[in-house]
């Protein structure tokens, strides 16, 4: 068990019934979920994560309208090609570093997250980032 996970209330969710998700899950509010093994490409995301764990996800080609993961747990997350300006990562463990790729990152939004556990390969904007 993790205790900094307990401590910060994104303790991982239990991993039975673990179930594949779709792109319509990723819109509005999304509150104690599993979403594990998504390959998102090219789609319009509007969504506020909050207590969930994502594993495995892949985003692709996108400009988010918004997205917001608060006192989640993430593990293998990249982000390709992507416009990550209204995009906020606030009070989560992360597990796994999460990987951009060419992404566009000013603006982005870390709110008591740890740095290191950003990866940023060939992005633009890294020291435009908002820390806090």
């Known amino acids: 068990m993790n205790l900094n996970a307990k401590r910060q209330g994104a ?50 080609d996108i400009c988010f309208s918004y997205l917001t993961l608060n006192r989640c747990c993430l593990e293998n997350i990249t982000f390709e090609n992507c416009d990550m300006r209204n995009v906020c990562f606030s009070h989560s463990v992360v597990t796994k570093p999460i990987v951009f790729r060419g992404c566009q990152v000013a603006g982005m939004r870390l709110m008591n997250m740890h740095r290191r556990m950003f990866v940023f390969e060939e992005c633009s904007g890294v020291g435009q980032i908002l820390i806090a």
């Open 11 to 60: 303790m991982p969710l239990s991993l039975q019934n673990t179930q594949r998700n779709t792109i319509s899950d990723l819109n509005g509010l999304i509150e104690n979920r599993q979403l594990v093994g998504l390959n998102i490409r090219g789609e319009k995301i509007s969504a506020i994560i909050y207590r969930s764990n994502l594993s495995e996800i892949s985003f692709r």
